[in-house]
Every structure is written in structure tokens, then in C-alpha cells.
């Protein structure tokens, strides 16, 4: 394996980072391996031996001092005869800087593939769909303001001429008392009777609504028992007691 020239000197760049996950990344590229706690583990010299030689600045060679530190545990680790024993919540060091490093080589690769279209000056991209129709503007020229007077005052009069809503349409209206009664000479036909028997074949959801109360309320009163064995399935209705269909009862909700 060809051996790696350390720089003379760490620096930033804006078209090339040189950096400890430059450094890291390469050592591991060079030796085949992939991004895993146990490549980290086995290029740990070589990151150790690299940075020996670098002659740098301790302020500036901090980043690759707590990258090798990080490696050092690492490579402890993988020597332990069994896996260290860890906190609740607590992060596998080996698992988070092979993490970090697969996102990094995937920001180069995006930022190389940037660099290459820029070089080639593919910088511009072409109009895939066909360009939109501009209707042309709407001409008023001859329009004087009493033909608008005369649009808007037919338009008023085709308004005044609908019927209001409630002559067409009629709001049903169902109350809990008649539910009731519904129930009441339900149950003296058949002491036992269900929830969907009562609502009839297609039901609205307002009768099914009010039905339902009528119900509760009969249940609140000791009138009837229901019963439902499991989640969805039917309601099954008992009568506990005789009552009049014509006995008023006292309701809370109408």
C-alpha cells in the first residue's frame, strides 16, 4: 500500500476539505474496508502514525487528536473480550463516527458531482414542458359604464328570483321522545331486541345519532339493559321493566 504524504499544513479550503474525516476516510478507502466499527478499529495505527508526522500547530491539530482519541476506544473496544457494558440511551461510539463518515463521503460525492457540472458549464437546465398559453386580455374598449349597469343589474335579478333555502329544503327533524316510544313498543312486541333492528334499513346519521341517545337515556333510567360483547359488534337491547309508550318522561337533552 502506498504510503500517505502527511501536508505541510492543515488547512480549509472552500473546494476541498482537508480535514481528520479526510484523513479518515482515505486510510479506510486505501485499504478496501467498509465504513464499520471494525474498519475504524484496524486503520487506527495508520491515523495515529499519520498524524505523528504532521507538523502542525497544536490548535490546529486538535480535531485529529479527538477523532484518534475516539479511535483508541474503538479499537479497545473491539480487543475486550466481551462488548462493554453501556448507559440507557447511551450511543455505540463506533456505530456514530461510521455514521458521520458515511454522511461526509456522501457530501463529497454530491459536492464533486457539483463541481464536475460547473466545470462543464451544465449549470442551466432546459424547459422539459412546453411553455404555457397567455390568454389575451380581455377587451373593454367598446364596454360603456351602462352596459356594466345592465350586466350586473340582470345578474341581481336572476338572484332574487331563486327561492330561499328553507322552501326547498326541509330540515328533518327527529327527537329523542319519539325514539323512545320507537323503543318502548319495539320492546313490547319482543322483550330483546338489537341497536340496527331498531334503526331500520338505511338509517341517516342523525336517527342514528338520536336513536343512540334515546338509548342512553333509557339506560340512565333503568328502563333497559344494553349489552356489547366486543369493539364495533352489536348492541343488544333487554327490557327490565314495563312503561307505557303515552308516559312522559322528563329529558334532559330534546
Same mark, same amino acid.
Given at each position: 500500500?502506498?504510503?500517505?504524504?502527511?501536508?505541510?499544513?492543515?488547512?480549509?479550503?472552500?473546494?476541498?476539505?482537508? *480535514?481528520?474525516?479526510?484523513?479518515?476516510?482515505?486510510?479506510?478507502?486505501?485499504?478496501?474496508?467498509?465504513?464499520?466499527?471494525?474498519?475504524?478499529?484496524?486503520?487506527?495505527?495508520?491515523?495515529?502514525?499519520?498524524?505523528?508526522? +504532521?507538523?502542525?500547530?497544536?490548535?490546529?491539530?486538535?480535531?485529529?487528536?479527538?477523532?484518534?482519541?475516539?479511535?483508541?476506544?474503538?479499537?479497545?473496544?473491539?480487543?475486550?473480550?466481551?462488548?462493554?457494558?453501556?448507559?440507557?440511551?447511551?450511543?455505540?461510539? *463506533?456505530?456514530?463516527?461510521?455514521?458521520?463518515?458515511?454522511?461526509?463521503?456522501?457530501?463529497?460525492?454530491?459536492?464533486?458531482?457539483?463541481?464536475?457540472?460547473?466545470?462543464?458549464?451544465?449549470?442551466?437546465?432546459?424547459?422539459?414542458?412546453?411553455?404555457?398559453?397567455?390568454? *389575451?386580455?380581455?377587451?373593454?374598449?367598446?364596454?360603456?359604464?351602462?352596459?356594466? +349597469?345592465?350586466?350586473?343589474?340582470?345578474?341581481?335579478?336572476?338572484?332574487?328570483?331563486?327561492?330561499?333555502?328553507?322552501?326547498?329544503?326541509? +330540515?328533518?327533524?327527529?327527537?329523542?321522545?319519539?325514539?323512545?316510544?320507537?323503543?318502548?313498543?319495539?320492546?313490547?312486541?319482543?322483550?330483546?331486541?338489537?341497536?340496527?333492528? +331498531?334503526?331500520?334499513?338505511?338509517?341517516?346519521?342523525?336517527?342514528?345519532?338520536?336513536?343512540?341517545?334515546?338509548?342512553?337515556?333509557?339506560?340512565?333510567?333503568?328502563?333497559?339493559?344494553?349489552?356489547?360483547? *366486543?369493539?364495533?359488534?352489536?348492541?343488544?337491547?333487554?327490557?327490565?321493566?314495563?312503561?307505557?309508550?303515552?308516559?312522559?318522561?322528563?329529558?334532559?337533552?330534546?
Amino acid at each position: 500500500m502506498e504510503p500517505l504524504q502527511p501536508p505541510a499544513k492543515y488547512t480549509v479550503q472552500t473546494a476541498v476539505y482537508e *480535514g481528520p474525516l479526510d484523513l479518515l476516510l482515505q486510510l479506510i478507502e486505501r485499504a478496501e474496508l467498509d465504513v464499520t466499527a471494525v474498519a475504524l478499529a484496524q486503520v487506527t495505527e495508520q491515523y495515529l502514525a499519520y498524524i505523528h508526522a +504532521m507538523n502542525v500547530p497544536p490548535e490546529e491539530i486538535s480535531a485529529f487528536l479527538v477523532v484518534a482519541a475516539k479511535l483508541l476506544q474503538i479499537k479497545s473496544e473491539a480487543l475486550l473480550p466481551r462488548p462493554p457494558v453501556r448507559e440507557v440511551g447511551e450511543e455505540d461510539l *463506533g456505530e456514530a463516527l461510521a455514521r458521520q463518515l458515511r454522511i461526509y463521503k456522501r457530501f463529497k460525492e454530491i459536492a464533486a458531482w457539483l463541481d464536475e457540472r460547473g466545470t462543464q458549464h451544465l449549470r442551466t437546465y432546459l424547459r422539459v414542458a412546453p411553455p404555457p398559453k397567455v390568454e *389575451g386580455r380581455l377587451d373593454l374598449s367598446g364596454i360603456t359604464l351602462a352596459d356594466l +349597469m345592465a350586466a350586473a343589474a340582470a345578474v341581481f335579478a336572476e338572484e332574487q328570483e331563486k327561492a330561499a333555502l328553507g322552501t326547498v329544503i326541509a +330540515m328533518p327533524k327527529i327527537t329523542i321522545r319519539e325514539k323512545i316510544a320507537l323503543i318502548a313498543a319495539r320492546l313490547g312486541q319482543e322483550h330483546h331486541a338489537t341497536f340496527n333492528a +331498531m334503526l331500520g334499513p338505511n338509517p341517516t346519521r342523525l336517527e342514528v345519532v338520536v336513536t343512540f341517545l334515546a338509548l342512553l337515556e333509557l339506560v340512565k333510567r333503568y328502563r333497559v339493559a344494553a349489552q356489547q360483547e *366486543g369493539l364495533f359488534s352489536e348492541i343488544r337491547i333487554e327490557q327490565l321493566e314495563q312503561w307505557g309508550t303515552d308516559e312522559e318522561l322528563e329529558i334532559e337533552f330534546e
